[in-house]
């Protein structure tokens, strides 16, 4: 009897687990471009034109190749307007029975098949190094779950920058030579732009009509919309990149967007390259002396590493995760993070190219917007909603763990050991963003202090029971005891001022 065969926006592989256990001959693939996903969270206008794109180019490349496929498009007046919708109207249409599903990247929409009146056949996304089993028994038993660790086994495993049992070079992180600011640099490359083809063309016409008042600009659209053109961004990456790609990973300039980062998120997110091929491409290029083992290791560390780390926390911890407040933080997320004008010159450029680009680097992510929110106290299910909406690579089994957890603490400990919280200073290392702020870094408190200085202080003593026997946050414990007591209030008043100044609405 014939099947369906549920191929989603970010499952875009040839080789996905439910086409591999389908038959061509016989079974209906289902793809389709619904409001509810659409609209579960204002995403970017950027993102929805990627998906879509990809989506319609993928469905085009599966007919090519034998497949019967039922596409979907936006604006089909059949359309029901979810997923379960469509699987069930096909369904009625086929006299299907059953469904193939590659389970999907979120609890919400796992749920929503699984309510469906029909036999759901899910199988595991082997599209991963990990699969959710194997994280699981890697977890059990341990205290906490530490990156590192986790990362050892999948290098053993893989074999990854392997030189028999030892890691290659001799050290499993390079992490002590990397991490340098960056300078101006007009040689950068940056990533390669793509001119929109006539599907993408179309598409964007849909998205600026439907999805034009999203947070976000649609036009110039650069994205690559296929798997040839994200395999030519990722060579693209390793030969101009890479080899820079670690030492200067974490740094942030005003006038370079993407530095030396990849920008292939969204390609490996919704399927158009893997991971394994990724990673094997840097690889191929450390051995071939192209690109040194500080960059080498730490590319392959955030996908082997952390991606496949932060997908295994998702499926471990359940469906409630992303609503998780371990600080019980409540205040509201402030209109600064929808583009509102602001003084800070480093929110300023992380939310701007947020809006022009639908991408930020992880240190603008995770220092810049996320530290602001964290030491502000804003709700962490509102910037969980806001990473999901405004980044092209944002789906919920990979942005829930990095927000709710690394960058917001509100899983209470279990993706990192401590906050990742700073004041102005390390913005001020990593960035140039400082020089031309309105507050002044170097400013503890007064008038123009920088708000990151003031709010590191009310976080830490706010939340002092928790954090004092915390070995890697005494010291700071110990350096505020030593300030003066008089400052100590005073940096306390004043933070307090700027939180109300922020409830209020006023910029700041
Ligand atoms: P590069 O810096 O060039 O890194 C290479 C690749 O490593 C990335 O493409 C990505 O696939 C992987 N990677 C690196 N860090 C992480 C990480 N922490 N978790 C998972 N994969 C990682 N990444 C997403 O893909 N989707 C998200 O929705 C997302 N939300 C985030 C939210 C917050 C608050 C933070 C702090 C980080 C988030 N990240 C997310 C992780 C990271 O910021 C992005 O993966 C990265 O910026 C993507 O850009 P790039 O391709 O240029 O990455
Ligand atoms: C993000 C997204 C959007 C915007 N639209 C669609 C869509 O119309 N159809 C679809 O199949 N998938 C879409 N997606 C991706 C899904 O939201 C994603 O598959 C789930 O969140 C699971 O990761
Ligand atoms: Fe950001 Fe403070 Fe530097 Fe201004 S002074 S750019 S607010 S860190």
Request: aromatic share 12%; net charge neutral; glycine share 8%.
């Amino acid at each position: 009897m014939v099947k369906l065969v549920l191929v989603l926006g970010d499952q875009l592989t040839e080789t996905l687990a439910a086409l591999q256990a389908a038959e061509k001959s016989r079974d209906l693939v289902v793809m389709a471009e619904v409001a509810d996903e659409a609209a579960y969270v204002p995403h970017h206008p950027k993102k929805i034109a990627f998906l879509f794109a990809a989506m319609r180019k993928f469905a085009a490349r599966l007919e090519e190749d034998g497949w019967r496929v039922a596409y979907t498009r936006l604006d089909d007046p059949q359309n029901t307007g979810s997923i379960p919708g469509e699987l069930l109207r096909h369904a009625q249409a086929e006299g299907a029975k059953r469904v193939l599903v590659t389970q999907p990247g979120e609890w919400r929409l796992i749920q929503a098949l699984d309510d469906m009146p029909l036999q759901v056949d899910t199988l595991n996304d082997d599209r991963f190094f990990c699969s959710g089993r194997r994280f699981a028994d890697w977890a059990k038993g341990r205290k906490s779950l530490r990156m590192e660790y986790f990362y050892r086994e999948m290098r053993r495993e893989t074999g990854l920058l392997m030189e028999g049992d030892k890691p290659a070079g001799g050290k499993w992180n390079y992490d002590h030579d990397n991490r340098k600011p960056a300078r101006d640099d007009l040689f950068r490359e940056g990533p390669l732009h793509f001119t929109p083809d006539a599907t993408t063309e179309e598409v964007l016409k849909l998205v600026e009509a439907r999805f034009g008042d999203n947070f976000g600009d649609l036009h110039p659209f650069w994205l690559a919309t296929d798997r040839k053109g994200a395999r030519q961004a990722l060579a693209h990456f390793i030969r101009h990149a890479l080899p820079q790609f670690g030492t200067y990973q974490d740094a942030m300039l005003q006038g370079d967007k993407f530095l030396y980062h990849a920008i292939i998120s969204p390609y490996l997110n919704a399927g158009l390259l893997t991971p394994q091929e990724v990673c094997a491409a840097a690889e191929d290029a450390w051995k071939a002396g192209r690109v040194p083992i500080n960059s080498a290791e730490g590319f392959i560390r955030q996908i082997l590493g952390w991606r496949e780390f932060i997908r295994g926390v998702y499926f471990l911890e359940g469906p409630d995760y992303s609503r998780r407040n371990a600080l019980n933080h409540q205040r509201k997320l402030p209109a600064m993070y929808w583009g509102a004008k602001t003084r800070m010159n480093c929110m300023s450029h992380a939310v701007g190219q947020t809006r022009t680009d639908a991408y930020a680097h992880h240190i603008q992510r995770l220092m810049v917007t996320g530290n602001f929110a964290q030491l502000a106290g804003v709700r962490p299910w509102e910037v969980h909603e806001w990473y999901l909406a405004v980044y092209a690579d944002a789906y919920e089994w990979v942005e829930a763990p990095n927000t709710i957890g690394m960058s917001q603490f509100a899983d209470g400990g279990v993706v990192g050991s401590k906050p990742y919280v700073s004041s102005g200073a390390y913005i001020d290392r990593m960035s140039d963003y400082c020089g031309a702020c309105h507050y002044r870094v170097k400013d503890k408190t007064g008038e123009r202090a920088c708000p990151f200085n003031l709010l590191y202080w009310h976080f830490l003593t706010r939340h002092r029971d928790r954090f004092e026997a915390n070995p890697r946050m005494a010291q700071m414990y110990r350096s505020w005891d030593r300030m003066d007591a008089t400052r100590r209030e005073t940096v306390l008043a004043e933070a307090e001022a700027l939180l109300t100044r922020l409830s209020d609405g006023q910029v700041i």
